[in-house]
C-alpha cells in the first residue's frame, strides 16, 4: 500500500495560471478530501469527496473545482492561481462513515503551491 | 458557526516536563474528537475520542474527551526532544466534515 500520494510536491504558478494537484489513493477509501494549511490558521476544508462521482464544498472552496471519477483519485483544480493561494496543500482519505468506523483520516505528504 | 479552539498556541518545556494540550470545541452533531501530531510534513494520527471520561493512553501520551464541557486535553509526560511538533485536535461532525483547530507548536529542550 503506498496510502495517499500527491503529485507535485512543490510548484511555483504565476498569477492567473491554472494547474491540478493531484491525489490518489490505494486504499478503496470512499472518503477523500482536500485541505489548506497556512500559518496560524490550522488546517481548512476546501472540498470532499463520499465517493465517486460525489462532492460537495468545505470551508474554503472559493477559487477551487474537484471531480470524483474514480475511487482512487481526487484531483484539486485551480482555474486562475492568485496569491492568496500560496498554501500547502494536504489531501487525505478514510473509510465508510458508518457508526463505529474508525474516523481517522490518512493524509498525504503535501504539496507546497506558491503563487507569484 | 463549528469552531475548534487550542491552548497554548505554543510552548516550550525542557527533556522530563510534563505538557497539557487544551482542545475546546463548539461543533453541530459532533461525532468525535481527534488528536494528530504533525512534524515536517502530513499530520499523523494520535487518538480519537468519542465518549466522555474515557482515557485513551499510547505510552506517554493520553487524552481524555469532556462532552458536557465540550473540551478535550492530551498529555505528555516525561517529554523528550522527539515530541517536538504541532498538536492538532479536530472534531467530526454528522456532515462529513472536520473541524481542525489551529494547533499547538510544542518545543521540547534538551
Known amino acids: 500500500n503506498a496510502g495517499v500520494t500527491q503529485t507535485p510536491k512543490f510548484q511555483v504558478l504565476k498569477t492567473g495560471q491554472s494547474m491540478t494537484l493531484q491525489c490518489a489513493q490505494d486504499m478503496n477509501h470512499e472518503y477523500m478530501s482536500w485541505y489548506r494549511q497556512d500559518p496560524g490558521m490550522g488546517l481548512r476544508l476546501i472540498h470532499y469527496s463520499v465517493g465517486a462521482g460525489i462532492t460537495d464544498q468545505g470551508e474554503v472552496p472559493n477559487g477551487y473545482n474537484v471531480s470524483r471519477s474514480t475511487t482512487e483519485d481526487f484531483p484539486l483544480r485551480l482555474l486562475s492561481a492568485a496569491p492568496s493561494q500560496t498554501s500547502v496543500y494536504f489531501c487525505?482519505?478514510?473509510?465508510?462513515?458508518?457508526?463505529?468506523?474508525?474516523?481517522?483520516?490518512?493524509f498525504g505528504p503535501g504539496t507546497r503551491l506558491l503563487v507569484l | 458557526e463549528d469552531k475548534v479552539v487550542q491552548s497554548p498556541l505554543s510552548l516550550v518545556v525542557h527533556e522530563g516536563d510534563t505538557v497539557t494540550l487544551n482542545c475546546s470545541y463548539e461543533?453541530?452533531?459532533?461525532?468525535?474528537l481527534l488528536w494528530y501530531k504533525q512534524e515536517k510534513k502530513a499530520p499523523t494520527f494520535l487518538f480519537m475520542l468519542?465518549?466522555?471520561?474515557i482515557e485513551k493512553k499510547s505510552g506517554r501520551l493520553s487524552s481524555i474527551l469532556d462532552k458536557k464541557e465540550l473540551f478535550s486535553i492530551l498529555n505528555i509526560t516525561a517529554t523528550q526532544t522527539g515530541d517536538s511538533a504541532i498538536y492538532l485536535c479536530a472534531a467530526t461532525s454528522g456532515t462529513y466534515k472536520y473541524i481542525f483547530g489551529t494547533g499547538t507548536r510544542l518545543k521540547v529542550l534538551a
Open positions: 487525505a482519505s478514510r473509510g465508510g462513515w458508518e457508526v463505529g468506523s474508525r474516523e481517522t483520516q490518512y
Open positions: 461543533v453541530t452533531n459532533f461525532r468525535s
Open positions: 468519542t465518549s466522555s471520561g
